[in-house]
């Protein structure tokens, strides 16, 4: 049975060692979803409190009665299962709150996969968790993905904005999506079966703006054999999606107000007025109140279009989206090259990589820097790792520690510029965590000894002294 509500999911497994859970993780993949691993309850602690993680199967070993406090914070982000020697059908475990159930450590994976499946559709539209059973993240899911608070709180209005007929203004930097929104509004929208016209007010001549959006008459201008319709006449019953609305010239910005307000156009030399029945929806980089305040935008257009307002935050306001959208962008590049699941994955240090960069180009830049990865990808790899990615980023100002060869090329990368302390701090950070927390290995990896370690570890408010 296939079961595309998992595609974009995201599982954590926990402990078990390198080999344990591996056909469920595969079974994952091949469902669309996306999976990381960590080896302590600790780091699971610290995915779901900084990444989006749906479920998290954990080995029952790694957590006793004092981590109950650890299954609560788990539990609150995401669906719990923890694997056990025998289910919990046998009476042998103990119910812990806040695990959705026990399941045996050989599980079926497509079992797993249905046991989540149900999970997630018995409780859609009731958790109050960010996961995709979140009833809005549900119902924008085939439009959007996301799971931050910044965006879901920018996109909260967004069925009832859908819902209404009025005009909507929708601001945010280059590539943060401007007109992915205008279209769900377009499609959520009574008007959806009409038609959806897209025209970037910036990218046509200012001589030719005005034909474009409004059409001209027969005889217009030398040139002008036939009639032809504009863009208004064109949208009708449907949507007009007016793009970068603070490019277009000022004496046009008189005409598209008294549109606005008449809802009647006049082709370009044309003397009867025609009826118009479009929605209008402009979209703006720059800040129109500035622009009002500074002569180039009229105030009084401004406020006819501000009526409802949606503002898209850049992707380094929502960092809890950037690896959730650079698997999928992963995805669908795979797929498009006619490579089958399961996709290579972007290992831990990656998606470190990733979330830390200022992504100026926004969720465009993103979509086309792991498009250039996957395509570039040697064909046998199974993870992207950093050195993967920094021949397409242009922002990272990074450089790999020398251990990267002790990690299967999976090198700790640290900004440059960064204090010598600071730097050491994280190279035995992520040296700690990358030999499970084992401090004779870790100093083996350093070349220091145990005791100078623990004295770092112990200066650094790491452990207690």
């Given at each position: 049975?296939?079961?595309?509500?998992?595609?974009?999911?995201?599982?954590?497994?926990?402990?078990?060692?390198?080999?344990?859970?591996?056909?469920?993780?595969?079974?994952?993949?091949?469902?669309?979803?996306?999976?990381?691993?960590?080896?302590?309850?600790?780091?699971?602690?610290?995915?779901?409190?900084?990444?989006?993680?749906?479920?998290?199967?954990?080995?029952?070993?790694?957590?006793?009665?004092?981590?109950?406090?650890?299954?609560?914070?788990?539990?609150?982000?995401?669906?719990?299962?923890?694997?056990?020697?025998?289910?919990?059908?046998?009476?042998?475990?103990?119910?812990?709150?806040?695990?959705?159930?026990?399941?045996?450590?050989?599980?079926?994976?497509?079992?797993?996969?249905?046991?989540?499946?149900?999970?997630?559709?018995?409780?859609?539209?009731?958790?109050?968790?960010?996961?995709v059973t979140d009833p809005l993240i549900n119902k924008l899911r085939p439009y959007f993905l996301f799971r931050s608070p910044a965006m879901r709180e920018a996109?909260?209005?967004?069925?009832?904005?859908?819902?209404?007929?009025?005009?909507?203004?929708?601001?945010?930097?280059?590539?943060?999506?401007?007109?992915?929104?205008?279209?769900?509004?377009?499609?959520?929208?009574?008007?959806?079966?009409?038609?959806?016209?897209?025209?970037?007010?910036?990218?046509?001549?200012?001589?030719?703006?005005?034909?474009?959006?409004?059409?001209?008459?027969?005889?217009?201008?030398?040139?002008?054999?036939?009639?032809?319709?504009?863009?208004?006449?064109?949208?009708?019953?449907?949507?007009?999606?007016?793009?970068?609305?603070?490019?277009?010239?000022?004496?046009?910005?008189?005409?598209?107000?008294?549109?606005?307000?008449?809802?009647?156009?006049?082709?370009?030399?044309?003397?009867?007025?025609?009826?118009?029945?479009?929605?209008?929806?402009?979209?703006?980089?720059?800040?129109?109140?500035?622009?009002?305040?500074?002569?180039?935008?009229?105030?009084?257009?401004?406020?006819?279009?501000?009526?409802?307002?949606?503002?898209?935050?850049?992707?380094?306001?929502?960092?809890?989206?950037?690896?959730?959208?650079?698997?999928?962008?992963?995805?669908?590049?795979?797929?498009?090259?006619?490579?089958?699941?399961?996709?290579?994955?972007?290992?831990?240090?990656?998606?470190?990589?990733?979330?830390?960069?200022?992504?100026?180009?926004?969720?465009?830049?993103?979509?086309?820097?792991?498009?250039?990865?996957?395509?570039?990808?040697?064909?046998?790899?199974?993870?992207?790792?950093?050195?993967?990615?920094?021949?397409?980023?242009?922002?990272?100002?990074?450089?790999?520690?020398?251990?990267?060869?002790?990690?299967?090329?999976?090198?700790?990368?640290?900004?440059?510029?960064?204090?010598?302390?600071?730097?050491?701090?994280?190279?035995?950070?992520?040296?700690?965590?990358?030999?499970?927390?084992?401090?004779?290995?870790?100093?083996?990896?350093?070349?220091?000894?145990?005791?100078?370690?623990?004295?770092?570890?112990?200066?650094?408010?790491?452990?207690?002294?």
């Open positions: 049975m296939a079961h595309p509500e998992l595609s974009g999911l995201t599982l954590l497994i926990a402990g078990g060692g390198p080999d344990a859970f591996t056909a469920v993780e595969e079974a994952f993949k091949g469902c669309g979803g996306a999976v990381f691993r960590v080896d302590v309850p600790e780091d699971a602690l610290r995915f779901v409190a900084h990444r989006a993680i749906d479920v998290v199967l954990a080995d029952a070993a790694l957590f006793d009665t004092k981590t109950q406090e650890l299954i609560d914070s788990l539990a609150q982000k995401a669906v719990v299962y923890l694997a056990t020697d025998s289910s919990k059908g046998d009476g042998s475990e103990i119910f812990t709150p806040g695990v959705e159930d026990y399941i045996g450590k050989q599980i079926d994976p497509q079992r797993f996969i249905q046991m989540v499946g149900a999970r997630l559709v018995k409780h859609q539209g009731g958790s109050t968790a960010l996961t996109l909260e209005n967004l069925p009832a904005i859908a819902a209404s007929n009025q005009t909507v203004l929708i601001s945010g930097e280059t590539g943060t999506g401007k007109e992915i929104v205008a279209r769900a509004i377009h499609v959520l929208s009574k008007r959806a079966g009409g038609p959806f016209m897209a025209v970037n007010c910036g990218a046509i001549p200012e001589g030719l703006i005005e034909g474009e959006l409004f059409g001209h008459e027969k005889g217009a201008f030398t040139g002008a054999a036939k009639t032809r319709k504009g863009k208004f006449e064109a949208a009708s019953n449907g949507t007009l999606f007016l793009d970068e609305i603070g490019d277009m010239p000022l004496l046009l910005q008189v005409r598209l107000l008294r549109v606005l307000e008449e809802r009647h156009i006049y082709r370009v030399g044309g003397e009867r007025p025609v009826p118009i029945n479009v929605r209008v929806i402009a979209a703006t980089r720059i800040g129109l109140k500035q622009a009002v305040a500074d002569g180039l935008f009229r105030e009084d257009l401004y406020y006819r279009l501000n009526i409802l307002r949606i503002h898209l935050p850049p992707l380094w306001q929502r960092v809890e989206d950037i690896a959730y959208l650079a698997f999928h962008f992963l995805g669908r590049a795979f797929a498009e090259m006619g490579i089958h699941p399961p996709y290579p994955h972007l290992s831990p240090a990656s998606i470190d990589l990733i979330e830390g960069l200022p992504w100026k180009g926004n969720v465009r830049e993103l979509r086309n820097v792991m498009t250039r990865v996957a395509t570039v990808l040697p064909h046998d790899t199974k993870q992207v790792l950093p050195i993967h990615l920094t021949p397409h980023l242009e922002d990272a100002e990074l450089r790999p520690c020398i251990l990267e060869n002790h990690f299967n090329g999976d090198a700790i990368y640290i900004p440059i510029g960064t204090p010598l302390p600071e730097a050491e701090d994280i190279i035995i950070r992520e040296t700690l965590k990358r030999t499970g927390n084992n401090r004779t290995q870790t100093a083996k990896v350093l070349k220091i000894g145990l005791r100078t370690l623990r004295r770092k570890l112990s200066e650094g408010g790491q452990i207690d002294p």
